[in-house]
């Protein structure tokens, strides 16, 4: 098996990187790492798996996070994702949500670290996949770099051999998930440190990279950096990354994104796909540009059109193509 490049990758975000992002991102970076929002063991388990998996090949590299604590559950699930041909299985150890929390999963997890290792053990027992965890630093009172190296130490035992640290604590009460990723103070230093703790590892820093000037700056102390908001808000941001991190300049057009995706929206609506289930990834994609606006009151207007009415949804796609163009200044 190749070694996956994560020196730049995607954030799992809830309700954001599900299979339709993932595939309009792809249309930008042919380098980035992508990765699925959090699902729980138990809709793997019970529900529709090939409704839950099933993604397009044009997506890898990517990566499926789970959330669970149970580690039978864990391990059925790494069987399950195995065959669905993901190149990564992670773990959720960051997320702060009360129902998150209320399931047993997530942030709270940082907390019983003996579980943590039970539930990684049994994920890498029973998948040939690499198996990786991303957590926080800390949580509600506990900022220690010898309480996370110890954690560490015992992810490392179970033989995963990749973290993603969110370089936050996460505040398990009283602070909603939006909050948690502002109000407690970013400690990249902490992350830097655990690296220089464990040189074997590859450890991932997460949080608030805004730009490829930090991304760089991350990168001479740690071996990859992820990046959630600032490219879900601003999706072309992946150009830069491209052309800053990757040294490619062979990047689609704005244009030539958009055309891309009137074949795809085409092709999903035919199998009963909603036309805003895939559009909504796209409002940031002129971000900054002039005749941003417009993009995203026409697409707030009209991606609520009936799915039969694929006139309708071709134009909304080509509005940046005919007399109402998009600045394409880039």
Same mark, same amino acid.
């Given at each position: ?110 907390? $019983?670290?003996?579980?943590?290792? !039970?539930?990684?053990?049994? %994920? +890498? ?5 690499? /198996?990786?965890?991303? #957590?926080?630093?800390?949580f509600d009172d506990t900022e ?11 992810i490392k035992k179970t033989g ?89 300049? $062979?990047?689609?057009?704005?244009? !030539?994104?958009?055309?891309? %995706? +009137? ?5 999903? /609506?035919?199998?009963? #796909? ?22 995203k009151r026409y697409l707030s ?30």
């Amino acid at each position: 098996m190749s070694k996956l490049n994560r020196t730049v990758s995607m954030a799992p975000m809830m309700d954001c990187t599900d299979r339709h992002d993932r595939y309009f991102l792809r249309l930008i970076s042919k380098n980035i790492f992508l990765y699925s929002e959090m699902i729980a063991t138990g809709a793997i388990i019970k529900g529709d798996r090939k409704k839950i998996l099933e993604f397009n090949e044009f997506e890898k590299p990517v990566a499926l996070q789970l959330g669970g604590s149970n580690p039978n559950d864990l391990g059925e699930c790494c069987k399950i994702v195995e065959d669905f041909g993901y190149n990564e299985i992670n773990l959720n150890l960051g997320c702060p949500s009360k129902k998150v929390q209320k399931n047993k999963f997530g942030a709270c997890l940082i907390k $019983e670290p003996d579980l943590v290792a !039970e539930c990684l053990f049994n %994920m +890498v027992k029973n998948t040939k996949l690499p /198996v990786t965890a991303k #957590t926080r630093i800390g949580f509600d009172d506990t900022e220690d770099f010898d309480y996370l190296n110890s954690f560490i130490e015992k992810i490392k035992k179970t033989g995963v051999k990749t973290i993603i640290l969110h370089a936050r604590k996460a505040i398990l009460k009283g602070l909603s998930p939006k909050e948690n990723l502002k109000i407690p103070k970013l400690n990249y230093q902490m992350v830097y440190d655990i690296k220089k703790a464990n040189p074997e590892l590859e450890i991932i820093i997460n949080g608030a990279i805004t730009d490829t000037k930090q991304a760089k700056t991350h990168l001479k102390h740690v071996d990859g950096v992820m990046i959630g908001r600032a490219i879900y808000q601003s999706p072309y941001f992946l150009k830069e990354i491209e052309k800053d991190i990757f040294n490619n300049d $062979e990047i689609l057009s704005r244009d !030539e994104v958009v055309e891309r %995706m +009137v074949n795809y929206v085409e092709e999903e /609506v035919k199998k009963g #796909t909603r036309v805003n289930q895939i559009m909504r990834h796209t409002v940031g994609l002129y971000h900054g540009q002039k005749g941003a606006t417009k993009w995203k009151r026409y697409l707030s207007e009209n991606m609520m059109a009936r799915d039969s009415d694929f006139q309708k949804v071709k134009h909304i796609l080509q509005v940046v193509q005919n007399n109402e163009k998009v600045s394409m200044a880039i």
